[in-house]
């Protein structure tokens, strides 16, 4: 009976085994409690670095910010627009601690801490929340605001890989109820995605930007 319940309880913190011959490397625990430690310091980095400015831009209003290179990619022109403070407050803050969230699960993944359902939904759910977040942003600088904030872009870059990655590893473990053809074709594919998805987020900017660039 003791046997039982042990197996039930684990089979709900972790519908499949991270070292089960059918999960795929990325979304085994060290590989993936990796990358989770990588992306989340590079936002979280990212993410400071504009709080520091914003503040600085606060006591000083006159204060150039360090990836303020031209009228096209200026961080402290960004600041000044209502998109910068879409819930009153600076942008930056939700990524400091949303990105905090990523490096601690990372390293308790690293650790050997395995999470339950629950904690992954949630996770999914939060790092969805983030990157239709960041795609918001995108989509305002491109068409609306039509300035660049190069420290805006590099959390443009970490959410791309965590939020695929999460999603297929979430398909994968069963968190997320897909086909298994489905689950099977985008853990084999996810790398490509991956690439596929930053030419795509490049390639807007580029032709977007065209008369800069040439």
């Known amino acids: 009976m003791s046997h039982r319940t042990t197996n039930n309880i684990s089979s709900i913190q972790e519908p499949a085994q991270d070292d089960a011959a059918s999960v795929p490397g990325f979304a085994r625990r060290v590989p993936f409690g990796i990358m989770f430690v990588a992306a989340g310091v590079i936002g979280w980095v990212a993410a400071g670095i504009l709080i520091l400015e914003k503040l600085e831009l606060y006591r000083d209003p006159d204060h150039v910010t360090s990836c303020d ?7 402290g022109q960004v600041m000044e627009t209502w998109q910068s403070e879409l819930f009153g407050f600076p942008n930056p803050f939700i990524g400091l601690v949303g990105f905090t969230v990523i490096i601690t699960t990372g390293m308790a993944l690293l650790a050997g801490a395995r999470f339950s359902r629950w904690y992954w939904a949630g996770l999914q759910a939060g790092i969805t929340l983030g990157a239709v977040f960041a795609t918001w942003l995108w989509s305002q600088a491109l068409f609306d605001i039509y300035i660049l904030c190069l420290y805006c872009m590099i959390v443009w870059a970490a959410m791309i890989p965590l939020f695929i990655l999460t999603t297929v590893r979430n398909m994968v473990h069963g968190i997320i109820p897909a086909p298994a053809g489905l689950t099977r074709g985008l ?7 991956i690439v596929l998805t930053y030419i795509a987020v490049a390639a807007s900017v580029f032709f977007r930007f065209l008369h800069v660039f040439t």
């Open 69 to 75: 290179i031209n009228p096209w990619v200026s961080c």
């Open 187 to 193: 853990a084999a594919w996810v790398g490509p995605i």
